[in-house]
Structure formats: structure tokens, C-alpha cells
């Protein structure tokens, strides 16, 4: 007899040395993957926050103002500068060619005015007026009408309101020693030049274009047409550019919520094919780990089975005799130690996502510990849960191996499904003694059993909560144990929808 028990204790250790090794290999390789460079990512904004607090109010207000995406981003890039320069062209447009062209005309158009009332004289007869009437409008676009005894009004000397008419009030007062008025408003498309005479008042009516320059108008038009043309070139490209960068990003997030998103064609900008070539190389490895594990895996199973199949027959056939029930309890603790160990590790890797019922999945697995005899209560679901892309076999799994750890220690289980547009939760409550917060943690690893504050006859090997929790993670979701109101423990499952 003490070679049996020698090989089964062994045997047992082996096993249990082999998932501790394999657990904390697995920690330490995800540890030196992960922490290498989130520690520089960390360094890099650790060096960018260490900075006055004015210059972080103002760089929090900069983020407030601009686009969250990346297309609105490269957008901006692009459309500041261009901006920019069309201010700066305006700028030196007004402050160069506005002003110089604005001096030209007003001075040439007051030496004409001049001009006239120099010919005119003091007192102009009646034949220097047609004279000068004819001249002015077959030359210099000009209509004269003299009124004679006529005097100009006093309300309607005021300083003309826009510039260019500022600009000729000035430029006729310079050249003119005689009362006069620019009225560039009460005629359209005409400007108003009344002059007083010793014996009259000239009315001449120029027409506008001899004082506004038409360049102006087709500078506006043609600034503003470029930057159109270019904002809508600039945009087409750059939904080319992001239209890549998304579809990875989707592909990504699919696969981590364990969604078969199809084959990635790496396409775009040479950086972004780069990516997805490595995210598609990524995913390629990670199944193969995947399936590697479950070939593996369901080797060993056969290997494992076949000693305690053989010490299961020895102790068969051995005579009653006192431990030999304690052996016979031992093999039976490490068939289920292995069973559970391959389930966990094997996982549910081969099963395809599909649109289901979340809501029937867990009613399924309400009703089964309800026929088993467990104090198992549901409230009513919402009713406009949409389908989720799980796989139904291992989140019926999970939901069974959570409701099954809670009815095991506690009287009455509650389950309750809340549901958003992002999440679904499944929550479960009982009135048990609970999880001391500092070691819920602790509880998710495999063969971890708090023995301390349970009861050693209720059964199983500590993987319940650990497949559960593997399960939901492999759907982009977590499992997390909370205080209940209940008075005892409450595991909440979040799923994204």
C-alpha cells in the first residue's frame, strides 16, 4: 500500500505544481510584454505633466477646443495653415494693393475735378459750361449741371462714411480752395461732387467705378473658391487616409471581444499597411498558441487518465484494510482536479460567436439550479435587450460556474440583468458570508480556495470562478466581485454590446 499512496500524492503534487508553474509563467511573460512599454509610456507623461500650472490650464483649454478624431485632427493640420495664409494675403492685400490703388484712383479722380473748376473759373458763363459739360462727359465719364443763385446746404456737408470717399473728401480739399460735398450714398453706383461757385453750385455725378476697384471683389471670390477646392481635396484624401486606420481599429477591437472580423487586407499609407500586417501577424500567433494549447492539452488529458485509471483498478483489487478508503478519496480528488484543470485551460476557443439571447441564456441556467434544488430567484429582464455576438455555450458556462459558487455557500441567490447602450450586466447576489475585499482578487486563480471561511465539504477544485472570469474576458468583457446589499457577495458580468 505505500507504493500506491507514494505515486498518488506524487502524482497530485505534480499536477499542482505544474498549473502554479504554468499560471505564474504566464504572469511573468504578460508582466515583461506589458510593463516594458507602458513604463515609458508612463515616463513620457510623467515628463509632459511636469509643467507650470498655467501652461497645463491652457493646454486643457486647447484640448477642450480640438476635434477628439483623428479625421477631425488631420482636418485642422491641414486647414489652419491654410487659414493662416489666407490672412496674411488678405492682410497684405488691404495694407498694399487696397491703399495704393485707393491713392491712384482718388488722386486721379480729384485732378479731374480740379481740373474742371480750374477751366470754369470763379464765374462760369454759359458757353464755358457746355464747353465743359461736353468735354467732361465724352472724356472723363463726368455729368455736369450748374444751378445757378443755387447754395450748398449746411446739413449736407458731412464727412463721407465709408474710406474710399473719406479718402476723396481729403484729396479734393487739398486741391480745391472753395466749399464743397461728396455724397457717395444717395445716388447708386453714383458719387455726388456738389462744389459751390460765386454764382452757383456744379453738381458732378462720376460713376463709381472710376473710384472702386473691381480686383478687391475678385480677390474675395477667388480666395475664397481656392479654399474650397482645397478643403474639399483635402477631405476626400484624408477619408481615404483614415478609412484604413478604422477598419484596423475595428478589427482590433473585434478581436478582442473574441468576434471573428474576417481577413484584414492591409491597405492605405505604407505605415498603416505596416500595422496591419503586424496586427494580422499578431493574431495569427495568438491562435496558433491558442490551438497548440487545446492539441496539447487534449493529449495530456489521455496521459493524465491512464495512471489513475491504473491505480483505480490496483485499489480494486486490494483488500480492505485501514486507508484504503483515504487513497481511494485521493485518486477521486485528483480525477476531478484534472478534469477541471483541462476545462479551464482547454477554454471554449473552438466555439463561433453568433447572435444570441443573453436574457434565455441566463433563464436557462436559473432554471437548472432551480431543478437542482437551489433557492435561485430572477427579476423580471428588461425587455428591449438586443442580441449580443457571444458564444452562448461558455457564457451559460460562466453564468452557471458564478450562480453554482454563490448557491453553494449561501441560502438565496438573486439574479438581475441591467442593459445600456454599451453594456450588458449580469449580477448576481446572495446573502453568503462573502469575500473579504482583499482577497477577491485572489479567488480567480486557479485551485484557490478560501477554506478558512468555508465549509471543506462543499466540493470543488477552485476553478469555477477562474473559468468563468477567462470566459467573459475572452469576450472583451470582466467579472468582478462587489459587497451585495444582500449582506453578501455580488458578481457582476459586463458584457459590450
Given at each position: 500500500?505505500?507504493?500506491?499512496?507514494?505515486?498518488?500524492?506524487?502524482?497530485?503534487?505534480?499536477?499542482?505544481?505544474?498549473?502554479?508553474?504554468?499560471?505564474?509563467?504566464?504572469?511573468?511573460?504578460?508582466?515583461?510584454?506589458?510593463?516594458?512599454?507602458?513604463?515609458?509610456?508612463?515616463?513620457?507623461?510623467?515628463?509632459?505633466?511636469?509643467?507650470?500650472?498655467?501652461?497645463?490650464?491652457?493646454?486643457?483649454?486647447?484640448?477642450?477646443?480640438?476635434?477628439?478624431?483623428?479625421?477631425?485632427?488631420?482636418?485642422?493640420?491641414?486647414?489652419?495653415?491654410?487659414?493662416?495664409?489666407?490672412?496674411?494675403?488678405?492682410?497684405?492685400?488691404?495694407?498694399?494693393?487696397?491703399?495704393?490703388?485707393?491713392?491712384?484712383?482718388?488722386?486721379?479722380?480729384?485732378?479731374?475735378?480740379?481740373?474742371?473748376?480750374?477751366?470754369?473759373?470763379?464765374?462760369?458763363?454759359?458757353?464755358?459750361?457746355?464747353?465743359?459739360?461736353?468735354?467732361?462727359?465724352?472724356?472723363?465719364?463726368?455729368?455736369?449741371?450748374?444751378?445757378?443763385?443755387?447754395?450748398?446746404?449746411?446739413?449736407?456737408?458731412?464727412?463721407?462714411?465709408?474710406?474710399?470717399?473719406?479718402?476723396?473728401?481729403?484729396?479734393?480739399?487739398?486741391?480745391?480752395?472753395?466749399?464743397?460735398?461728396?455724397?457717395?450714398?444717395?445716388?447708386?453706383?453714383?458719387?455726388?461732387?456738389?462744389?459751390?461757385?460765386?454764382?452757383?453750385?456744379?453738381?458732378?455725378?462720376?460713376?463709381?467705378?472710376?473710384?472702386y476697384s473691381s480686383t478687391s471683389y475678385v480677390f474675395v471670390m477667388w480666395?475664397?473658391?481656392?479654399?474650397?477646392?482645397?478643403?474639399?481635396?483635402?477631405?476626400?484624401?484624408?477619408?481615404?487616409?483614415?478609412?484604413?486606420?478604422?477598419?484596423?481599429?475595428?478589427?482590433?477591437?473585434?478581436?478582442?471581444?473574441?468576434?471573428?472580423?474576417?481577413?484584414?487586407?492591409?491597405?492605405?499609407?505604407?505605415?498603416?499597411?505596416?500595422?496591419?500586417?503586424?496586427?494580422?501577424?499578431?493574431?495569427?500567433?495568438?491562435?496558433?498558441?491558442?490551438?497548440?494549447?487545446?492539441?496539447?492539452?487534449?493529449?495530456?488529458?489521455?496521459?493524465?487518465?491512464?495512471?489513475?485509471?491504473?491505480?483505480?483498478?490496483?485499489?480494486?483489487?486490494?483488500?480492505?484494510?485501514?486507508?484504503?478508503?483515504?487513497?481511494?478519496?485521493?485518486?477521486?480528488?485528483?480525477?476531478?482536479?484534472?478534469?477541471?484543470?483541462?476545462?479551464?485551460?482547454?477554454?471554449?476557443?473552438?466555439?463561433?460567436?453568433?447572435?444570441?439571447?443573453?436574457?434565455?441564456?441566463?433563464?436557462?441556467?436559473?432554471?437548472?439550479?432551480?431543478?437542482?434544488?437551489?433557492?435561485?430567484?430572477?427579476?423580471?429582464?428588461?425587455?428591449?435587450?438586443?442580441?449580443?455576438?457571444?458564444?452562448?455555450?461558455?457564457?451559460?458556462?460562466?453564468?452557471?460556474?458564478?450562480?453554482?459558487?454563490?448557491?453553494?455557500?449561501?441560502?438565496?441567490?438573486?439574479?438581475?440583468?441591467?442593459?445600456?447602450?454599451?453594456?450588458?450586466?449580469?449580477?448576481?447576489?446572495?446573502?453568503?458570508?462573502?469575500?473579504?475585499?482583499d482577497n477577491r482578487e485572489e479567488v480567480f486563480r486557479p485551485f484557490h480556495?478560501?477554506?478558512?471561511?468555508?465549509?471543506?465539504?462543499?466540493?470543488?477544485?477552485?476553478?469555477?470562478?477562474?473559468?468563468?472570469?477567462?470566459?467573459?474576458?475572452?469576450?472583451?468583457?470582466?467579472?468582478?466581485?462587489?459587497?451585495?446589499?444582500?449582506?453578501?457577495?455580488?458578481?457582476?458580468?459586463?458584457?459590450?454590446?
Amino acid at each position: 500500500m505505500a507504493v500506491p499512496n507514494r505515486e498518488t500524492v506524487s502524482f497530485k503534487n505534480s499536477i499542482i505544481l505544474g498549473c502554479r508553474v504554468h499560471q505564474e509563467v504566464g504572469i511573468k511573460q504578460t508582466t515583461e510584454i506589458s510593463d516594458a512599454p507602458l513604463s515609458r509610456k508612463f515616463a513620457k507623461l510623467r515628463a509632459m505633466t511636469t509643467s507650470s500650472p498655467e501652461t497645463s490650464t491652457l493646454t486643457q483649454a486647447i484640448k477642450r477646443v480640438l476635434p477628439k478624431t483623428l479625421f477631425g485632427r488631420a482636418l485642422a493640420i491641414i486647414v489652419t495653415p491654410l487659414i493662416l495664409m489666407q490672412a496674411i494675403s488678405t492682410f497684405v492685400f488691404y495694407d498694399r494693393h487696397w491703399d495704393v490703388m485707393t491713392r491712384r484712383l482718388v488722386y486721379s479722380l480729384s485732378g479731374d475735378i480740379a481740373l474742371v473748376v480750374e477751366q470754369l473759373g470763379q464765374m462760369p458763363d454759359a458757353e464755358t459750361l457746355v464747353n465743359a459739360t461736353r468735354g467732361a462727359r465724352r472724356h472723363l465719364d463726368m455729368v455736369l449741371v450748374f444751378r445757378p443763385d443755387a447754395i450748398l446746404e449746411n446739413t449736407a456737408q458731412h464727412e463721407a462714411v465709408d474710406q474710399v470717399g473719406e479718402s476723396l473728401r481729403r484729396s479734393i480739399a487739398a486741391k480745391l480752395q472753395r466749399p464743397f460735398v461728396v455724397d457717395t450714398e444717395t445716388v447708386p453706383k453714383r458719387i455726388e461732387v456738389r462744389i459751390q461757385f460765386a454764382n452757383g453750385v456744379l453738381d458732378a455725378s462720376i460713376n463709381r467705378k472710376r473710384l472702386y476697384s473691381s480686383t478687391s471683389y475678385v480677390f474675395v471670390m477667388w480666395m475664397v473658391g481656392s479654399s474650397l477646392v482645397l478643403f474639399a481635396i483635402a477631405i476626400i484624401f484624408m477619408r481615404n487616409q483614415i478609412r484604413p486606420i478604422r477598419r484596423l481599429a475595428i478589427a482590433a477591437r473585434g478581436f478582442g471581444l473574441g468576434r471573428d472580423t474576417g481577413d484584414l487586407k492591409p491597405e492605405g499609407a505604407s505605415e498603416v499597411r505596416l500595422a496591419g500586417e503586424a496586427f494580422r501577424q499578431m493574431r495569427d500567433r495568438i491562435r496558433r498558441q491558442i490551438t497548440q494549447r487545446t492539441e496539447m492539452l487534449a493529449g495530456v488529458s489521455h496521459d493524465l487518465r491512464t495512471p489513475l485509471t491504473r491505480m483505480k483498478l490496483q485499489l480494486a483489487m486490494l483488500e480492505e484494510s485501514d486507508g484504503i478508503d483515504e487513497l481511494r478519496g485521493d485518486v477521486s480528488d485528483m480525477e476531478r482536479m484534472v478534469e477541471g484543470y483541462l476545462a479551464f485551460a482547454r477554454g471554449e476557443g473552438t466555439e463561433a460567436p453568433i447572435e444570441s439571447d443573453v436574457v434565455e441564456l441566463v433563464t436557462d441556467a436559473v432554471q437548472q439550479h432551480r431543478r437542482a434544488g437551489m433557492d435561485v430567484s430572477m427579476e423580471q429582464p428588461p425587455s428591449n435587450v438586443p442580441p449580443v455576438p457571444v458564444r452562448p455555450q461558455a457564457i451559460q458556462r460562466a453564468v452557471t460556474n458564478l450562480l453554482g459558487n454563490a448557491a453553494r455557500y449561501a441560502e438565496h441567490v438573486e439574479v438581475t440583468l441591467l442593459h445600456d447602450s454599451e453594456h450588458l450586466e449580469i449580477i448576481v447576489d446572495d446573502d453568503g458570508p462573502g469575500i473579504p475585499e482583499d482577497n477577491r482578487e485572489e479567488v480567480f486563480r486557479p485551485f484557490h480556495r478560501l477554506d478558512a471561511s468555508r465549509n471543506p465539504d462543499t466540493g470543488g477544485v477552485g476553478l469555477g470562478l477562474t473559468i468563468a472570469r477567462d470566459i467573459v474576458r475572452g469576450h472583451g468583457g470582466d467579472l468582478l466581485l462587489e459587497d451585495s446589499p444582500k449582506g453578501g457577495l455580488r458578481g457582476r458580468i459586463s458584457l459590450p454590446v
